[in-house]
């Protein structure tokens, strides 16, 4: 079964620091992994996937994504935080090659709260 | 706005009771998604339906059922309500079925109470 872990429930930095939002991930097969957005009393907003191709992945907001799959890694990175980057991040794994309809569907990690102190 | 629209935005009801959450996907996706987030059991994913088929069954108890209708919107439906199914529940549509390599988009949630 497919699995994601994203280590730390909270993460603080300086605005205009980088920032990184850790998430690995455990597939049998290739995985499709995705960065999701929520700021309070909101819906899940789409940052970025990798599917296949540059390891490296541009999102929305100035938001980049690194794919290692030596590692199983798939870390969120900004080069510069803003103080209303601050939210819930969910990192999201699909296996493409689950061997059935619930196998492939996405599964979240618990989420890191992000927060850009002024 | 993702175009994914839910209603209503909250909802209060007692325990032992039905309710019916309503989700209308984006123009053109086919398939809906919906999720489960409460506190204790983060993001889970319950049902998927695609143009109007069930497609995949996740985390959902025997209490909850869906449908999607021939206008594509679908409805989740919970019963014999139980203090532990306040939650949110959002809903997400996407293009094509789970599998492929499209985005699901979410909409801005229900939060269920359960008094």
């Known amino acids: 079964a497919q699995s994601v872990a994203q280590p730390e429930d909270q993460v603080n930095v300086a605005e205009g620091n980088p920032l990184t939002v850790k998430c690995t991930y455990s597939?049998?097969?290739?995985?499709?992994l995705f960065w999701y957005v929520q700021y309070p009393n909101r819906g899940l907003q789409f940052l970025l996937k990798?599917?296949?191709?540059?390891?490296l992945v541009k999102g929305s907001y100035g938001f980049e994504a690194e794919f290692n799959k030596s590692q199983t890694s798939f870390h969120l990175k900004k080069p510069s935080a803003l103080v209303s980057d601050s939210a819930l991040y969910f990192c999201?794994?699909?296996?493409?090659?689950?061997?059935?309809?619930?196998?492939?569907?996405?599964?979240f990690g618990s989420g890191t709260q992000l927060t850009v102190l002024p | 706005d993702s175009g994914v629209t839910q209603t209503p935005k909250h909802l209060i009801t007692a325990t032992g009771q039905r309710v019916t959450l309503r989700c209308s996907p984006r123009?053109?996706?086919?398939?809906v998604y919906w999720y489960q987030q409460s506190l204790d059991q983060g993001l889970q994913f319950l049902i998927q339906?695609?143009?109007?088929?069930?497609?995949a069954k996740g985390n959902i108890l025997e209490r909850f059922s869906a449908q999607q209708f021939p206008d594509l919107h679908s409805e989740l439906n919970l019963s014999s309500l139980e203090l532990g199914d306040s939650a949110l529940y959002f809903c997400?549509?996407?293009?094509?079925?789970?599998?492929?390599?499209?985005?699901?988009?979410f909409g801005p949630g229900t939060r269920l109470t359960v008094l």
């Open positions: 997400a549509s996407s293009v094509a079925p789970a599998g492929s390599t499209d985005t699901q988009y």
């Open positions: 597939v049998s097969g290739n995985p499709y």
């Open positions: 990798y599917i296949t191709g540059d390891n």
């Open positions: 999201a794994v699909r296996d493409f090659q689950g061997s059935s309809g619930s196998a492939r569907q996405l599964t």
């Open positions: 123009s053109g996706d086919l398939s």
């Open positions: 339906y695609y143009n109007g088929e069930e497609r």
